[in-house]
């Protein structure tokens, strides 16, 4: 008897992509793409603070590619041995705005105006787990204002809630990226550029024992492509 060889189905690629929550629209634009450009392929996507992607990732979830707001997160998911270090890149670079409600009259116009008493709440994420809370954290302790303004703070999970908080008029105002408040221009209103000790570059990397590991190196290839590139000017990020 002749041997019957069965044909077996193309195995559709499914990667999980876990990025910072200031990477939503970009990311979902660059999904799309990514998926017309690979038939068969499917992204899922998952987004959060870097930090608490990075804890997801440490217990185990299946994730493979991590991109992160941050050096920081992205150094600690080295030395964890939980990424392949050949395949991290920098992918884009983003600015840390502050940012006022678009509606009503604002008592602040620069950084040194969070003082004032007139100003109550401030929105910022969390330093420990949110790199753009990090990143205002920085930025205000080099204008010597972090201490003195602790009483106001109103910490965010993730840069995306800080930003609703001043969109929705909650807060007085709040730190965020320049990304962020570019999608909500309606709701928010820059009244000033914060400055970093370091420049905001994202990292990109294949997640060690992911599951996909060949998917996921062609995924962060394309978001390094000029392809992956243009999705990302048009979303506000500029070239790392």
Known sequence: AGTILFALPAVAAELTVSAAASLTNAFTEIATS???????????LNFGSSGSLLQQIARGAPVDVFASADQDTMDRAQKQNL????????????????????????????????????????AVGIPDSVPAGRYAKEA???????????????????????????????????????TDAAIMKNKVRVVGVLQTRRPIL?????VRGGGSENAGRRFAAFVLSDQGRQILERHGFSAP
């Open 34 to 44: 990514y998926e017309g450009a690979n038939p068969g392929s499917k992204v899922l």
């Open 140 to 178: 205000l302790t080099l204008q010597q204002l972090w201490e003195p303004l602790k009483d106001k703070f109103v910490y965010g999970q993730n840069v995306r809630q800080v930003l609703d908080y001043v969109a929705r008029g909650e807060v007085d105002a709040g730190v965020v990226y320049a």
């Open 202 to 206: 994202y990292p990109i990397a294949v």
């Open 83 to 122: 990424i392949l270090d050949e395949t991290r890149r920098d992918f884009a670079a983003n600015a840390l705005v502050l940012v006022v409600p678009a509606k009503g009259d604002s008592f602040v116009s620069a950084a040194a105006d969070l003082t004032k008493a007139s100003v109550a709440r401030i």
